[in-house]
């Protein structure tokens, strides 16, 4: 990047219209149209506000890009922004690329693309949405490979996290548990783990946050199997623990599943079993 800007006086942002035959016209030039990539780039700032919101925050801006167009947002984008007097970003999040599952760039050319709205239909929202976050990595290439899709989100959020919600309420709810201040020991386990997710979350690397939380879920879950509530005198103790637990493992998923976040959060709050994760096949 650093080479570009020393080897490049200037940019062209317009296309020969022989060349490109559509596009805004160049003013006093009717052979030259503006190149679509100007447009595309300033509608950025338009559709976040610019000119149209007064109340937008300029303080803290993340823009996030693929690798091939670097050059384009990391440089060029820039420029304009700077020709313009307007702040420029101040983080530029630069994702890996998505693969198809035998490790091939996904391409039209090739003609392994994936459509999204076919994954929507086929496997739900939840499933879309939490394996595009937990089975794709932040800051290097990945695979989509609908079979892990399937394996992970059955595993990870039916298996562990659905499965600690129901079991945990259930037993609250049955067994008429007071709920008292969760113990210390337990508390320091969650709220280390809880550091680490938000240190992990802070720094975008998305997938590693959802795994730190899904071992948060396995603690819960290994630690009511090794207490066994239902018949341990100190079960008063043990699920207030785990009431404790379960409220922090919600707030994590909340930007996940922000559609089941509010129903979650009020059966926490009633101490009512709720069953919102069922299995995908």
């Given at each position: 990047?650093k080479n570009i800007i020393i080897?490049?006086?200037?940019?062209?942002?317009?296309?020969?219209?022989?060349?490109?035959?559509w596009g805004?016209?160049?003013?006093n030039?009717?052979?030259?149209?503006?190149?679509?990539?100007?447009?595309?780039l300033?509608?950025?700032?338009?559709?976040?506000?610019?000119?149209?919101?007064?109340?937008?925050?300029w303080?803290?801006i993340i823009?996030?890009?693929?690798?091939?167009?670097?050059r384009?947002?990391?440089?060029i984008?820039?420029a304009?922004l700077?020709?313009?007097?307007?702040?420029?970003?101040?983080k530029?999040?630069?994702h890996?690329?998505i693969l198809?599952?035998s490790?091939?760039?996904i391409?039209?050319?090739?003609?392994?693309?994936?459509d999204?709205?076919?994954?929507?239909?086929?496997?739900?929202?939840?499933?879309?949405?939490?394996y595009?976050?937990?089975?794709?990595?932040?800051?290097?290439?990945s695979?989509?490979?609908?079979?892990?899709?399937?394996i992970?989100?059955?595993?990870?959020?039916?298996?562990?996290?659905g499965?600690l919600?129901?079991?945990t309420?259930?037993?609250?709810?049955?067994?008429?548990?007071?709920i008292?201040?969760?113990?210390d020991?337990?508390?320091?386990?969650?709220?280390k783990?809880?550091?680490?997710?938000?240190?992990?979350?802070?720094?975008f690397?998305?997938k590693?946050?959802?795994?730190k939380?899904?071992?948060?879920?396995?603690?819960g879950?290994?630690?009511?199997?090794d207490?066994?509530?239902?018949?341990?005198?100190?079960?008063?103790?043990?699920?207030s623990?785990?009431?404790?637990l379960?409220?922090?493992?919600?707030?994590?998923?909340?930007?996940?599943?922000?559609?089941?976040y509010?129903?979650t959060e009020?059966a926490?709050?009633?101490?009512?079993?709720?069953?919102?994760f069922?299995?995908?096949?």
């Amino acid at each position: 990047m650093k080479n570009i800007i020393i080897n490049c006086e200037d940019i062209s942002i317009s296309r020969l219209r022989e060349n490109c035959p559509w596009g805004v016209d160049v003013p006093n030039d009717p052979n030259q149209v503006v190149y679509v990539w100007f447009d595309a780039l300033l509608s950025y700032i338009f559709s976040a506000g610019y000119l149209t919101d007064d109340d937008f925050n300029w303080s803290n801006i993340i823009q996030l890009c693929g690798p091939d167009n670097l050059r384009f947002q990391g440089l060029i984008f820039q420029a304009f922004l700077e020709s313009e007097g307007i702040k420029k970003t101040d983080k530029l999040l630069v994702h890996g690329t998505i693969l198809d599952k035998s490790g091939r760039k996904i391409s039209k050319t090739l003609g392994n693309t994936v459509d999204p709205i076919e994954q929507l239909e086929k496997w739900g929202l939840d499933g879309v949405r939490y394996y595009s976050l937990v089975g794709l990595s932040t800051y290097s290439n990945s695979n989509w490979n609908e079979e892990d899709l399937v394996i992970i989100y059955n595993n990870d959020i039916c298996s562990g996290w659905g499965n600690l919600l129901t079991r945990t309420l259930h037993l609250i709810d049955s067994k008429s548990v007071d709920i008292v201040n969760v113990t210390d020991d337990f508390k320091s386990i969650v709220d280390k783990q809880s550091d680490i997710i938000n240190s992990l979350w802070s720094e975008f690397r998305v997938k590693e946050a959802l795994q730190k939380t899904n071992e948060l879920v396995k603690i819960g879950n290994k630690y009511i199997n090794d207490e066994t509530p239902w018949s341990n005198p100190n079960f008063n103790q043990i699920l207030s623990n785990l009431y404790y637990l379960i409220g922090v493992v919600n707030k994590f998923y909340e930007p996940i599943f922000p559609d089941k976040y509010l129903s979650t959060e009020e059966a926490i709050k009633n101490k009512k079993k709720v069953i919102l994760f069922e299995k995908i096949k």
